[in-house]
């Protein structure tokens, strides 16, 4: 239940906290029609998140267009399955839901970064199923507030025939309120750039020079070590770019009214009261500079996931539609806050023809406009070959990606 007084809770990171969240690990944390964003990947669904990270490529978002495609339909962009499935009716004990209940409430967690591998597209008209639960936590040392842990949250994915499209790790930086927001108190003081009418003119004569390749195939054989991607700018970023992102993408825990009241019965430590007295969640840090600041950044903040999203797409927009993308390895090293212009630039750093199919890594970085590196990662990708023809994702592995003891669907309880 939420604190009678309204004050957020400021829980400590120590040793015995962290032991006791490693039980959660193989525990599964379901999500429902509650939780979910997307049950189904339904046209709309599937444009609407598209759209909310500023993505309008017509294999996503044109029914027309995607029929002629490889794919035979719309294919929904990778980063779709964050916000979607079901978990399916599993039989576990009180005792082992339970296990590590409570373990590290109150100490604020950022999004840090995510490892993925995808074995098919979300197709249209597919309905979505998924297992989330721990892997693991460490503990470490953080720029983020001093001591800290970071733990892994994997989330598995199948369609309704039990075909496994995705294992999705996501990490996780465990940081004390209190220690965060000190840090930030003491720091040097923060100055929000003021744009320019020639600076908002440079973003958008490259917001209009952005391209996707689409249906043009890029060969294997046409590619090469150091290739540039190109540069593309997103933003500056304002509150506005944040609810965009969430219509698509979604976030149960800001559900209004009688819902936000049912959310608070629920998981009561992550509402507090707000500068006029009401309660609000702890997601405000994404448009509440005030209450961002009390977890360590300078102003209200963008979600990791989005930044993840925009890496993914300019790989998806160089590759075009006949390619795959079968791996992403990205880290979040700093905060996206609003105002920030984001500066984005990509490389082909590697060809790797061992495998069952040749894979390009692209190495994708984002910068701001005080050039400080607020994530990066790498994508690899299988293009077309013309001595071999379209590439094919990868074997999906006999266990999942579950660890031992948990069922695969096709032993589980929703097999058909």
């Not at 609407?48 to 027309?64: S, V």
């Amino acid at each position: 239940m939420t604190a009678v007084d309204g004050e957020m809770k400021q829980g400590q990171l120590n040793a015995e906290g962290i032991e006791k969240f490693r039980e959660k690990i193989g525990v599964d944390w379901p999500y429902n029609r509650w939780t979910t964003w997307n049950e189904v990947a339904t046209r709309d669904g599937i444009r609407h998140y598209a759209n909310g990270f500023g993505d309008d490529n017509p294999l996503y978002c044109d029914p027309g267009y995607a029929e002629n495609s490889r794919w035979g339909s719309v294919i929904a962009p990778p980063g779709f399955l964050e916000g979607a499935g079901l978990t399916p009716a599993i039989d576990t004990p009180a005792e082992v839901r339970n296990r590590g209940k409570g373990a590290l409430s109150g100490v604020h967690m950022f999004w840090a970064g995510d490892h993925i591998q995808f074995f098919r597209p979300v197709r249209e008209g597919e309905r979505l199923w998924v297992r989330r639960f721990y892997v693991d936590i460490k503990e470490k040392e953080s720029r983020f507030g001093g001591k800290s842990a970071v733990s892994v949250r994997r989330r598995v994915y199948w369609n309704d025939d039990g075909d496994l499209i995705a294992i999705w790790d996501a990490d996780f930086v465990h940081t004390e309120r209190n220690k965060a927001a000190k840090r930030n108190t003491e720091g040097k003081k923060f100055e929000q750039h003021v744009y320019t009418t020639d600076e908002l003119e440079m973003i958008d004569e490259h917001y209009a020079k952005e391209t996707v390749r689409g249906a043009e195939k890029r060969f294997i054989e046409d590619v090469t070590i150091g290739e540039d991607l190109g540069t593309r700018y997103r933003g500056p970023l304002v509150v506005g770019d944040v609810i965009a992102w969430l219509q698509g993408n979604g976030r149960h825990e800001i559900f209004p009214y009688r819902l936000n009241w049912k959310n608070r019965q629920r998981m009561g430590g992550f509402y507090s009261r707000n500068e006029f007295g009401a309660w609000d969640s702890a997601m405000r840090v994404h448009w509440d500079d005030d209450f961002a600041r009390s977890v360590g950044a300078n102003r209200a903040y963008d979600y990791g996931m989005l930044r993840n999203a925009w890496v993914q797409q300019m790989a998806t927009d160089w590759m075009g539609d006949d390619a795959i993308i079968v791996r992403v390895d990205d880290r979040v090293s700093g905060f996206n806050t609003l105002g920030d212009l984001t500066r984005l630039t990509g490389v082909v750093e590697s060809i790797d023809t061992d495998g069952e199919w040749p894979e390009v890594a692209l190495k994708i970085e984002c910068h701001n406009q005080r050039d400080e590196r607020t994530a990066y990662g790498t994508v690899v990708v299988r293009l077309p070959s013309r001595e071999r023809g379209l590439p094919e994702f990868p074997v999906a592995p006999a266990d999942h990606g579950l660890l031992p003891g948990m069922l695969v669907p096709h032993e589980g309880p929703w097999a058909k």
